[in-house]
């Protein structure tokens, strides 16, 4: 669920700050120390690594699945916090070169501001905040790698009907695949409706958190991408998010009164109602979290 969006589809700037903008210190109460707000990910249900090591491993996957791990140039499209490129910065394939250029784009200010003062201190940094949508983003040159994770869920609005949406989705591939360089590859990591004719009553997500936001379902996803990149893999890793979501209920319910202090008993009340709806989402099926990787065609 980090951020990002277009300009003219999709959420607006407006919309995601509503979101995103809360607060950073309310976020890092309940969230692991990478500041990672998006699905971790665990080998199974057995599997008993901690939220901070699960979300290490999500990340991993991410950096060898789009070659970000050896490739010079990666832009991460909804960078959230940043701690996808500073893996990157700092988690190297056997062989490969020091990452020379890593750019971020989110439209979140709070996010923004604390990416950039992660790395202010680190002489030559080779990464970049920039408070842009992907839609305006122009780079010199092509990316070897491209990454982008819980952004898709804002690039539609929910009065979206399907044609619409696949369109905005095949802007979106068609941009990619523009700052791409050839046989590069991407990573893509998006909540999406589960069966194509299941509905789910999504209030809390959209009313309450995540307003003029619309879920992809798998075939608008496959149809948007046609001709513009290979699927090569994809997972459905929905109980992933579960597990994800109650750790971060149940670490926002133990610091409820801190949480409280700082954005008030509303605020706290409608962020554990969402993370106990959306926990509830994906384990009943009704919500489904998909990992694809793709590669440029």
Known sequence: MQSTGTTGTGASPDAIQAHYDVGNEFYRLWLDDSMTYSSAMWRDDKDSASLAEAQQRKIAWHLAHSGADRAASVLDIGCGWGAMLRAAVRTRA???????????????????????????????????????????????????????????????????????????????????????????????????????????????????????????????????????????????????????????????????????????KEQTRRYERYLKFAAWGFFSHRLHLLRFRMKRR
Not at 185 to 198: E, F, H, K, V
Not at 224 to 253: H, M, Q, S, V
């Open 94 to 264: 056997d062989g490969a070169p020091p990452l020379a250029r890593g750019v971020g784009l989110t439209l979140s200010e709070a996010q923004a501001q604390l990416a950039r003062s992660l790395t202010a201190n680190e002489p030559a940094s080779p990464l970049e905040f920039r408070l842009e949508s992907w839609a305006d983003h122009r780079p010199a040159d092509p990316y070897a790698a491209i990454i982008s994770v819980g952004a898709f869920e804002h690039f539609t609005r929910p009065a979206d009907d399907s044609a619409t949406k696949i369109a905005i989705y095949r802007e979106f591939f068609s941009r990619c695949r523009d700052m791409l360089a050839p046989d590069g590859r991407m990573t893509l990591q998006t909540i999406a409706y589960g069966d194509p004719l299941d509905t789910v009553a999504a209030g809390p997500l959209v009313e309450d958190i995540f307003p003029e936001s619309e879920l992809p379902r798998l075939p608008e996803i496959i149809l948007a991408a046609n001709g513009l990149f290979e699927i090569e893999r994809f997972r459905n890793d929905r109980t992933d998010y579960g597990r994800t979501c109650e750790i971060w209920a149940a670490n926002l319910k133990a610091r409820r009164d801190k949480a409280i202090a700082m954005v008030g």
